[in-house]
């Protein structure tokens, strides 16, 4: 069983940025593909970025391409989520998703591709 442990959230204003952190506990990053989720106050928990394995394949929603980037470092067995010029929009809890992938370059998008889930870091962002 793999726990995922995220941090970095807070409250920050718009045009700020926060750097997320998903870690596991008590084993190695490197054979999991990743991905970031957000669910807002009542809507539905959504996709945000994913990355390969080796980190060479990234994927991100319309809404964040340009001011997200998500990178890992697997000898540190992290990934990071750098969110920049934040929006109120951007309110949520992110969560941080795991998987053992078919191939190495793979990312996924969809919830039901992931096996291991954190318990969320919130991130809050004013006007």
């Known amino acids: 069983q793999v726990q995922l442990v995220e941090s970095g959230g807070g409250l920050v204003q718009a045009e700020d940025s926060l750097r997320l952190s998903c870690a596991p506990s008590g084993r190695s990053f490197s054979i999991y593909a990743v991905g970031w989720f957000r669910q807002a106050p009542g809507k539905e928990r959504e996709f945000v970025a994913a990355?390969?394995?080796?980190?060479?394949?990234?994927d991100y929603t319309n809404s964040v391409k340009g001011r997200f980037t998500i990178s890992r470092d697997n000898a540190k067995s992290t990934v990071y989520l750098q969110m920049n010029s934040l929006k109120p929009e951007d309110t949520a809890v992110y969560y941080c998703a795991a998987v053992i992938p078919l191939y190495l370059s793979h990312t996924y998008l969809t919830e039901g591709q992931y096996t291991y889930w954190g318990q969320g870091t919130q991130v809050t962002v004013s006007s």
């Open positions: 990355i390969s394995r080796t980190g060479s394949n990234t």
